[in-house]
């Protein structure tokens, strides 16, 4: 299902999505929303399910300018490359099926692009679901690796893949996403640390938000930050090689949680935050048991395997 204008779009939007057909059409209803015309962005589905979402789409025909496009299951990285192939827009915004834009989401992040195309811009991340203990934690953990990364009065380190926006022709001067992640995660922190090393820039836009539905079980919240810590060792790999950056560093999180999760910690009723602080061990305990594994897997078996994270 394509439509294709004469005119080339002002942004390509990507969204990747793999067996969510339910999130996929709060998703794509929220960019029939934007305050950004239909005829200025188009939008780029990359499709890996087992059975592709035609039915979901079709209930935006007309509404969106769309591409359906059904690909084999390459990881986040792959499918965000394949997105990116098939844009026609100079802009190519990032937005995972399972986030809700809000209206001016769009609109701000592209203005942002175009404002200085050697920026990569990244917006806020909030969760939807203040009642479910896994998604709370899940945003407590986001707004804490935030906080590290990107301390007030800096320029940010780290902007989250779910919400970010580049110039398409920088993007892909750089190689985009490194496929060779596969389904493992942390390909968005080596595509920010490869765009830095490259001279480009990174800029946040805390008014460009979309709500992310982030895990709401324990199953699904634990093999997450286990495929995290397995895509960290990835990353730091692969940083130790271009010489980019200190694995020490970035450590140092580990070691200042206290300072980082308190804040958004505090702010919850006390129940609550006893649930939560027993699932941010969880989250330590998984991101270590992931990093181990996947440092014996590529340090003895000298390979990267397929991992097992969702788009």
Known sequence: MTHAPREPPRVSVIVMTFNRPVPLRRCLTSLTAQTLSPEAFEVIVVDASDRPVREVLAGFAGRLRMTHHVAPNLGVAGNRNTGVALARGPIVAFLDDDCVADTHWLELITTAVEADPRRLVGGLVENPDPTNAVAVAGQVITEGVCAFFNPPGGEPRFLPGLNFAVDRERYLAIGGCDPRFGRLAAEDRDLVDRWRLAGGALASCPDAIVHHEHRSTLRGFARQHVNYGRGAWRYHSARRLRRSGRMTDDLR??????????????????????????????????????????GVLETVGGRLPRGSART
């Open 253 to 294: 999180l580990h070691v200042s949680l206290h300072r980082h999760l308190g804040p958004p910690i505090m702010q919850l009723a006390p129940q609550m935050r006893a649930r939560v602080v027993l699932l941010l061990a969880t989250w330590q305990l998984a991101n270590l048991a992931g990093f181990v594994s996947q």
